[in-house]
C-alpha cells in the first residue's frame, strides 16, 4: 500500500540553480529563463540530449555533494521539477 506524501516543498532558488546547472550542461542552448518557464516539460522535449543529462548529473552531484544512482529508476533526469523534487526528498538538498 503505497502512502500519499505530500509534494516536496522546492524553493525558486533551487530550481534557479538548476536552471543554470542544465543551462551550463547545454552549453547555454537553453537560457535558465526558458527552463524555469518549462520547469514540468521533459529534458528530452526541451532537446536536452544524453550528453547534456550527464554533464548535469556531474554539476549536480559536484554542487550538492549528492550522489544520483543511475542504476535503478531515474525518472528524476525527467525534468527540472522532477530533479529538484528528488534532491529535496531523496538528498535533503536546500540552495
Known sequence: MSENLEPAAVSVEL???LAE????ATDDELTGSELLAAAGTPFV???VGSLAQL???DAVEERFGVFLDLDG???FLNSLDGLAEHLVTEH???P
Open 15 to 17: 530550481l534557479s540553480v
Open 21 to 24: 546547472l542544465v543551462s551550463t
Open 45 to 47: 522535449v526541451l532537446g
Open 55 to 57: 554533464r548535469l548529473l
Open 73 to 75: 529508476p531515474a525518472e
Open 92 to 94: 535533503g538538498v536546500t
